[in-house]
């Protein structure tokens, strides 16, 4: 049978992504290198066309320039497949990549979620961390009575209203208004008064009037 139908070929390893990238990636440079050529070509034609002198020459350089065109836009052609297949091959990529960081992430998270699990059996009793809770509340309140019975003013009545409250500001407001009224002002703050009217003269401690100051004989 082996001589009818042949031996089927042992295959290697199928290629990376990585490899397949690559691979595609230097052809598009490869093509795109073929393309400028061309493009420099078609410049020259151009230009050898416009100083054509005879009809003849003109055509059998515009027959070469199309050649030249047709060949590059069968690169151009190839080159942008090779480039959807380069997309193609880099989108699998980052989808496999993505992948394994999914797998990876759920693992990591299994081995949390089991972790945790045994934490809460082995180490934690919903029981205790209730009655917890309830001790700590029950403190609570006793440490807020504590602050309540502190904070009494012991020596304050408690019958005192906004009446009274009313009636002894109206007392004071006037008793200040009397202090007010009787307060003088001292003598050193007085303006000095003539100890004798106009016309009356100075006596002295004889009871003789005096001669005024500074009068000539």
Do not use: H
Request: proline share 5%.
């Amino acid at each position: 049978m082996n001589r009818v139908f042949g031996k089927k070929k042992a295959t290697g390893p199928a290629p990376s992504l990585e490899d397949a990238s690559t691979g595609i990636n230097a052809r598009i440079d490869g093509m795109d290198s073929k393309i400028e050529g061309l493009d420099k070509e078609l410049r020259d034609f151009k230009n050898k066309i416009k100083t054509c002198k005879t009809p003849a020459a003109k055509k059998q350089l515009q027959k070469r320039a199309l050649e030249t065109l047709k060949r590059k836009r069968m690169y151009e052609k190839q080159r942008d497949m090779a480039s959807a297949q380069a997309f193609n091959i880099d989108q699998t990529a980052f989808s496999l990549e993505s992948s394994k960081a999914t797998v990876s992430t759920v693992a990591a998270m299994k081995a949390a979620n089991k972790e945790l699990k045994n934490v809460i059996r082995k180490d934690l009793d919903i029981d205790d961390v209730d009655g917890l809770a309830d001790e700590m509340a029950e403190l609570m309140d006793d440490f807020n009575e504590i602050n309540e019975a502190l904070g009494q003013n012991f020596a304050t009545p408690d019958d005192i209203d906004e009446a009274d409250l009313d009636a002894e500001l109206d007392m004071l407001g006037d008793e200040l208004e009397d202090l007010v009224g009787e307060e003088s002002v001292p003598s050193y703050l007085m303006p000095a008064m003539p100890s004798v009217t106009p016309g009356q003269k100075e006596e002295d401690e004889y009871g003789l009037p005096s001669a005024p100051i500074g009068t000539k004989s």
